[in-house]
């Protein structure tokens, strides 16, 4: 009789044992998010990024979190698809970004995946403003621009067509710079009576590497000047 209860009491547990991995194992959190890219602006005003990932498997719905790069003023949408159209961010800011996989039982989230790696939306100055550094054009032209809070500095291209080559003439590396004076175009000074096609471009450094904001185009520019 002892020996019948001894293995009553195993086989009860062995039971036990085995619904408690098969809950586990259906409900296993999908694993970590990965692929996820910023594609660019949805609007001009850079207040809507487009940001896109690779499908998880098992996954029924995707959370999506962004932030201020000092991690404040955290907000998280979810999505089913594996592209993003965020909105309602400021276009003087760079963001953090990351994506989860869901599961999701009866309208309910029931597990959750690992974050992916962290993005960084990355809007381009605005409000910038050309005028003469000096009396002649030798002296060369002074950008002005609005700050984009979280970046590292900038860089500034400049060509004589918007469809030709584009040189970096300038780059700055202070978060809070933003004025600049170029002086030369690919080694030659400006001339009277060109147009000189401009476009300013966000940096931040992570980790040790230097990403930029994107561009809508190969020949987008911001605006031109000339010495008259």
Request: net charge positive; hydrophobic share 35%.
């Amino acid at each position: 009789m002892k020996t019948f209860k001894r293995f009553a009491a195993a086989l009860l547990l062995v039971c036990l044992l085995a619904g408690h991995f098969s809950l586990t194992s259906v409900e296993a959190a999908p694993p970590k998010t990965t692929g996820l890219k910023f594609v660019g602006w949805y609007d001009e005003k850079c207040t809507k990024p487009v940001i896109k990932w690779s499908a998880v498997r098992g996954a029924q719905k995707y959370e999506v979190r962004y932030m201020y790069t000092d991690n404040s003023n955290i907000k998280n949408v979810y999505t089913t698809s594996t592209i993003g159209y965020l909105s309602g961010f400021q276009s003087n800011r760079i963001y953090k970004v990351m994506v989860r996989a869901l599961t999701v039982s009866k309208g309910k989230i029931t597990s959750r995946g690992r974050w992916s790696d962290m993005i960084y939306t990355m809007p381009v100055p605005f409000n910038i403003t050309p005028t003469a550094a000096g009396s002649t054009e030798k002296a060369g032209i002074k950008f002005k621009w609005s700050q984009v809070r979280g970046s590292n500095g900038y860089y500034i291209y400049m060509a004589t067509s918007p469809n030709g080559k584009w040189y970096q003439v300038k780059a700055t590396t202070k978060q809070g710079s933003t004025t600049a004076t170029v002086t030369k175009i690919n080694g030659i000074s400006f001339r009277k009576n060109k147009n000189y096609y401009y476009r300013i471009i966000t940096r931040k450094v992570v980790n040790g590497k230097v990403r930029v904001s994107p561009l809508p185009s190969r020949s987008y520019y911001e605006g031109s000047v000339s010495w008259n």
